[in-house]
T-cell receptor, first 114, second 117 residues
Framework: AQSVTQLDSQVPVFEEAPVELRCNYSSSVSVYLFWYVQYPNQGLQLLLKYLSGSTLVESINGFEAEFNKSQTSFHLRKPSVHISDTAEYFCAVSGTGGYQKVTFGTGTKLQVIP | DTGVSQDPRHKITKRGQNVTFRCDPISEHNRLYWYRQTLGQGPEFLTYFQNEAQLEKSRLLSDRFSAERPKGSFSTLEIQRTEQGDSAMYLC???????????????FGPGTRLTVL
């Protein structure tokens, strides 16, 4: 079984400042890792995912996350946030063999301050 | 492609009543998932269908909960004899199992918020 820890429930940050949302996972097997975003009054959307290969993955809107196996982390970063990035971000993990259910963290609310 | 839709978006019921939620996945998606999300928590897996077959159920899904996907398209989630602890957001997601490397991408609906008084 896998688990995910998101230590920060809320992260306030000023517009155009950098941000890091932390995610640590626990698993005894190989994993896939995901970040989902939930904008106000909308459904969850996949932001980016790590499957294999390069440990740095990027999204189309400027976010990136780095898989660190030794530290069992998959932190999400953005060098300069915009008001439109205000949302709740969920880190998630699944195993890699066949169908594997996705386990979500408790979420981090990113509040971008003008 | 109109995305995953769920109906109703909000449901208020009294304890002991039965409720049923509907999920319409993205057309041609063969996999469908139900999750429950309570305040301050991430989504928790409830059950999963591949076409019309229910392949996995979480221990969270007590015998008061039943889910169906009769024709491999839409799905319903029924909760019998609702309890206050059932109050939550119920999320549906769908995906297409393409057989390629890596997990399916799950597309989520907006959810049904259940309040049990």
């Amino acid at each position: 079984a896998q688990s995910v820890t998101q230590l920060d429930s809320q992260v306030p940050v000023f517009e155009e400042a950098p941000v890091e949302l932390r995610c640590n996972y626990s698993s005894s097997v190989s994993v896939y890792l995901f970040w989902y975003v939930q904008y106000p009054n909308q459904g969850l959307q996949l932001l980016l995912k790590y499957l294999s290969g390069s440990t740095l993955v990027e999204s189309i809107n400027g976010f990136e996350a780095e898989f660190n196996k030794s530290q069992t982390s998959f932190h999400l970063r953005k060098p300069s946030v915009h008001i439109s990035d205000t949302a709740e971000y969920f880190c998630a993990v699944s195993g890699t063999g066949g169908y594997q259910k996705v386990t979500f963290g408790t979420g981090t609310k990113l509040q971008v301050i003008p | 492609d109109t995305g995953v839709s769920q109906d109703p978006r909000h449901k208020i019921t009294k304890r002991g009543q039965n409720v049923t939620f509907r999920c319409d996945p993205i057309s041609e998606h063969n996999r469908l998932y139900w999750y429950r999300q309570t305040l301050g928590q991430g989504p928790e897996f409830l059950t999963y269908f591949q076409n019309e077959a229910q392949l996995e159920k979480s221990r969270l899904l007590s015998d008061r909960f039943s889910a169906e996907r009769p024709k491999g398209s839409f799905s319903t989630l029924e909760i019998q004899r609702t309890e206050q602890g059932d109050s939550a957001m119920y999320l549906c997601a769908s995906s297409l199992s393409s057989g390629r490397f890596g997990p399916d991408t799950q597309y989520f609906g907006p959810g049904t918020r259940l309040t049990v008084l």
